[in-house]
Nanobody, 125 residues
Framework: QVQLVESGGELVQAGGSLRLSCAASGRTLSTYTMGWFRQAPGKEREFVAS??????YYADSVKGRFTISRDKAKNTVYLQMNNLKPEDTAVYYCAASGALLYSNTIVVQGSYQYWGQGTQVTVSS
């Protein structure tokens, strides 16, 4: 019973920056995987970034531009997005797993038990 609430999505111009936040509440665990997925109109939901076991993972499309981080004391995960591009436009979802995820399981949606409501990020050109 974990609740996730995303915030920070808004309209920005290409090249700009944005930071998304995801606060977890309820019966949170001391250690678990937290990540971000996104879904653009007409496209399938895709993996963006995740943090598990002290390691961070990124989709190729965002490497070098996005950074995932955690504040464990606040049960909050962040996604710092720099040099945003129009193709980054999507609804961004926070996701969490009650177990540590490794290797290719990290990018699989079904590996995550908890999901937030999503926050809209729109990048204009």
């Amino acid at each position: 019973q974990v609740q996730l609430v995303e915030s920070g999505g808004e309209l920005v111009q290409a090249g700009g920056s944005l930071r998304l936040s995801c606060a977890a509440s309820g019966r949170t665990l001391s250690t678990y995987t937290m990540g971000w997925f996104r879904q653009a109109p007409g496209k399938e939901r895709e993996f963006v970034a995740s943090s598990s076991g002290g390691l961070n993972y990124y989709a190729d499309s965002v490497k070098g531009r996005f950074t995932i981080s955690r504040d464990k004391a606040k049960n909050t995960v962040y996604l710092q997005m720099n040099n945003l591009k129009p193709e980054d436009t999507a609804v961004y979802y926070c996701a969490a797993s009650g177990a540590l995820l490794y290797s290719n399981t990290i990018v699989v949606q079904g590996s995550y038990q908890y999901w937030g409501q999503g926050t809209q990020v729109t990048v204009s050109s």
